[in-house]
């Protein structure tokens, strides 16, 4: 009886048997759209929850891990593309902890299933890697209005995308700049021509951002054209650009047309072609 009462009490403390599961919100979004992701994990057990990994599903694309305070992290990655993201933090028993990223959703299918592995200051870890409705069920997030509202939609997520370029761009991270990049994109500005993404980062766009100070950037007059069957797009817009470059001002406007290819990991530039002058005194 002893024996059978000290088993009992083992199984109810030990961490891999919460009942609280750790969670993705939101629960619900779009194809292809950016959102801004939120990882919940609880400690339902006696023992402090120390690290949760959370693995990135084929066709989300990570744009930004934030950093709220109190934890690290580390991501894992494939290339250039973050497939893994490890937050440590202390999480004692009954408490929880919020973490968040920033990612772009596939551009097809109908749910996101993420798999998450909660460690424990023990040791122990449980992961959290079936499907909805077994015993540790991973997190999943509906993808929804993927039917006929699709392709203004895309337009749309176009749109936001190219916001979400700019803020990357103001960062002066090519990390943060790749995923929206085919890796044989051609670019053409001015007389210049760079032919695929490794060719760009090394040769150009890299070091002019680690030349760039007091940096300012931006899109204007964005308009988005979906070519029929939705598998590629153009965007042109105007672009203004100001900054130090060690004893030289760059204060700039130009034109930009962006060529667009839908991908399994989203929309990515596959040419781009740039014209600009010195920015005109104002009037």
């Known amino acids: 009886m002893v024996r059978t009462l000290s088993a009992l009490t083992l199984l109810l403390t030990l961490p891999s048997l919460a009942m609280a599961h750790v969670g993705v919100r939101p629960r619900e979004s779009k194809p292809g759209a950016e959102e801004r992701y939120s990882v919940r994990v609880p400690t339902e057990g006696a023992v402090a929850t120390t690290a949760v990994r959370l693995e990135i599903p084929d066709g989300v694309t990570v744009l930004e891990v934030e950093k709220m305070g109190g934890e690290t992290f580390e991501v894992e990655k494939k290339g250039d593309r973050i497939v893994a993201i490890t937050w440590k933090r202390s999480i004692p028993p009954k408490e929880s902890a919020d973490f968040f990223f920033r990612a772009r959703n596939p551009v097809s299918g109908t749910e996101i299933a993420w798999k998450a592995h909660q460690h424990f200051a023990d040791g122990t870890m449980t992961g959290w890697v079936e499907p909805v409705g077994d015993k540790r069920p991973g997190p999943v997030t509906k993808l929804t209005d993927a039917g006929a509202q699709a392709v203004p939609n895309d337009v749309a997520g176009i749109a936001a995308w190219l916001k979400g370029y700019d803020a990357a761009f103001l960062t002066k991270d090519v990390t943060k700049l790749a995923p929206f990049y085919h890796p044989d994109v051609t670019i053409y500005e001015g007389t210049g021509i760079n032919n695929g993404w490794a060719d760009y980062r090394d040769r150009h766009l890299g070091p002019e951002l680690k030349a760039f100070e007091n940096l300012e950037f931006g899109h204007t007059d964005?308009?988005?054209?979906?070519?029929?069957?939705?598998?590629?797009?153009?965007?042109?817009?105007?672009?203004?650009?100001k900054a130090k470059m060690g004893e030289r001002m760059l204060d700039s406007e130009g034109l930009e047309t962006l060529m667009l290819v839908k991908t399994a990991e989203g929309w990515k530039i596959r040419h781009s072609h740039t014209s600009s002058r010195a920015r005109r005194p104002a009037q």
Request: proline share 5%; aromatic share 10%.
């Open 222 to 241: 964005t308009k988005v054209t979906l070519m029929p069957g939705g598998e590629s797009a153009y965007a042109t817009s105007r672009y203004t650009i």
